[in-house]
């Protein structure tokens, strides 16, 4: 059974970075599988954000690219996202999940519990 | 505005049958990308609940079916339960974005 978990600060300056960090437990990263960023603004409903598939080949949505990154530690079984110049726009809880399937007919099938991250001064 | 509309709400009594509309456009599900459906109860992350237009994961129950016809999909919950009450989700392949497209949700009130 896969299991994820995020990490990273709750509270963000507006302008900033966002930072977080999956940490992966119960299967390799490097065995295979795509892995994903999803966020869902307070009371809203959800969006894709990015997907990195194990090999470190990237998927952006459109609308973040500009200031989207995201990354695969195989060492440390995480993967990573930062999202810079953020706004009270980006104030979301931000899931990590992994996917089932091969593209475009992926699945979310194991999610993070998300953590709510707020940008505010 | 998602790019896959589904209605905000829909609600009925228990044991009663609810359907949830999920529509797209020649870019994701009319362009015959499959559609798969999450459940959120409140406070807790997603739950895949349908795959590939029609299937259900491993304990899910078959109250819960999917369906799919040219640039539509729906799900139905037969035999409505009090812990059905949740948000639900559609989600696809969009070719514009060139990666995964969310529904708006819809949240399932039992009365």
């Known amino acids: 059974q896969v299991q994820l978990r995020e990490s990273g600060p709750r509270l963000v300056k507006p302008s900033e970075t966002l930072s977080l960090t999956c940490s992966v437990s119960g299967f390799s990263i490097s065995s295979g599988f795509y892995w994903a960023w999803v966020r869902q603004p307070p009371g809203k409903g959800l969006e894709w954000i990015g997907t990195i598939y194990h090999s470190g080949s990237t998927y952006y949505n459109p609308s973040l690219k500009s200031r989207l990154t995201t990354s695969i530690d195989k060492s440390k079984n995480q993967f990573s996202l930062r999202l810079s110049s953020v706004t009270a726009a980006d104030t979301a809880v931000y899931y990590c999940?992994?996917?089932?399937?091969?593209?475009?007919?992926?699945?979310?099938?194991?999610w993070g519990q998300g953590t709510l991250v707020t940008v505010s001064s | 505005q998602s790019v896959l509309t589904q209605p905000p709400s829909v609600s009925g009594a228990p044991g009663q049958r609810v359907t949830i509309s999920c529509t797209g456009s020649s870019s994701n599900i009319g362009a015959g990308f499959v559609v798969h459906w999450y459940q959120q109860l409140p406070g807790t992350a997603p739950k895949l609940l349908i795959y590939?237009?029609?299937n259900r994961p491993s304990g899910v129950p078959d109250r819960f079916s999917g369906s799919k016809s040219g640039p539509s999909a729906s799900l139905a919950i037969t035999g409505l339960q009090a812990d059905d009450e949740a948000d639900y989700y559609c989600q696809s392949y969009d070719t514009s974005l060139s990666g995964s497209v969310f529904g708006g949700g819809t949240k399932v009130t039992v009365l």
């Open positions: 999940a992994c996917l089932g399937g091969e593209l475009p007919a992926v699945t979310f099938d194991y």
């Open positions: 590939g237009n029609i």
